[in-house]
């Protein structure tokens, strides 16, 4: 089984590992078809680990797949051989007081596939727990199948956030989860969408996504003076950081209008941050940070099945040996990259 490893940092290799063995009681046995490339794998990559987490090599990455069912375990009903299913990488107990409470982000006993507990999905095949297995259409393709987890990262955002239509929304960062969090809003009902990024092709996506998304370019434009501009010195009712750079947080804490809403879903790459919470107390801000996609795959299913999710943001295709070369080319932002799909 051809299997992608992180084995140091800025260091992946393909290795050959033994095939799985038949899957036990609960669980099924995937081939995966696709799987996209999440910030947070960028992080692992780049910087060798996520906050106070610090990678254990060799790990396998990738927590966006999607794949056929290639064999169930003893008592699987709910899943049949050459099914398509999309992978919630959050294995969670269902018992503790967070998931019987409708938050299994937060469960105690989360094992999480992608990271350092549980490897991910740059591989040829997986064993998971049959209830992670989620269907979604025959008809779909896998290569859109694998944005079912990150707009799922943005269902949960717009659970976690007062959003009111009418809303002016500023987004910190065009790269996909800035991007569906763009259009999202647009959806929801936003008057003004912004959305500011250093990198100018991506910017160019997100008009592509959307002509009606106001776009700032950082390096030539002020992005606080552009906001206040644009909401004629009120600034915008909610801040969406999906850069999580420490100038992007102070900077969208500056811009949030008085009892306004900043909300972090970007991974800092700093283990303590300076914040400005002098500014934010001024303004009594809700500082809310984000944890994953609370399992709303289902709920991502809908935005994309009904077309509404453009799958323009993604812009590269490349083969399992080749991962390699797909995490350079994201670090380093070449040939127009937004989003990257690894496929099987």
Not at 157 to 185: N, Q, Y
Not at 263 to 271: A, Q, S
Request: proline share 5%; aromatic share 6%.
């Amino acid at each position: 089984m051809r299997t992608v490893e992180l084995v140091a940092r800025r260091t992946l290799e393909v290795v050959e590992r033994p095939m799985l063995p038949d899957p036990a009681p609960g669980e099924v046995l995937v081939r995966m078809r696709a799987v996209g490339i999440c910030g947070s794998d960028l992080h692992w990559y780049e910087d060798g680990g996520i906050g106070h987490t610090r990678a254990i090599y060799p790990m396998v990455l990738g927590h966006e797949p999607v794949g056929d069912v290639v064999a169930v375990g003893k008592g699987v009903t709910t899943h049949t051989v050459g099914e398509k299913v999309a992978i919630e990488p959050s294995v969670t107990c269902g018992e503790c007081e967070f998931c019987r409470s409708g938050r299994p982000n937060n469960c105690w006993k989360c094992v999480f596939m992608g990271g350092t507990q549980a490897p991910g999905f740059f591989r040829e095949y997986a064993l998971v727990p049959a209830r992670n297995a989620e269907h979604f259409p025959q008809g779909m393709d896998y290569l859109t199948a694998t944005l079912i987890e990150p707009t799922a990262v943005a269902v949960h955002v717009f659970e976690l956030t007062d959003f009111r239509p009418g809303d002016t929304v500023a987004i910190l960062g065009s790269g996909p989860i800035g991007l569906l969090h763009a259009v999202m809003s647009r959806l929801r009902g936003a008057s003004e969408v912004i959305i500011a990024d250093k990198v100018p092709h991506r910017l160019r996506i997100a008009r592509q996504m959307d002509k009606a998304i106001h776009t700032i370019d950082t390096r030539t434009e002020s992005l606080t003076e552009k906001i206040f501009d644009l909401t004629h010195g009120r600034g915008v009712d909610i801040v969406f950081d999906a850069a999580g750079a420490l100038e992007t947080i102070n900077t969208g804490l500056a811009i949030a209008r008085p009892s306004g809403q900043y909300v972090l879903i970007g991974l800092p790459t700093e283990h303590v941050l300076a914040l400005d919470v002098h500014t934010a107390m001024a303004k009594e801000l809700r500082i809310q940070t984000v944890k994953r996609s609370n399992h709303k795959g289902m709920e991502a299913l809908e935005y994309l099945t009904s077309g509404k999710i453009p799958d323009v943001l993604i812009t590269h295709r490349m083969a399992l040996e080749h991962t390699g070369e797909a995490f350079e080319l994201l670090s380093h932002y070449r040939d127009g990259v937004g989003k990257i799909v690894i496929e099987l």
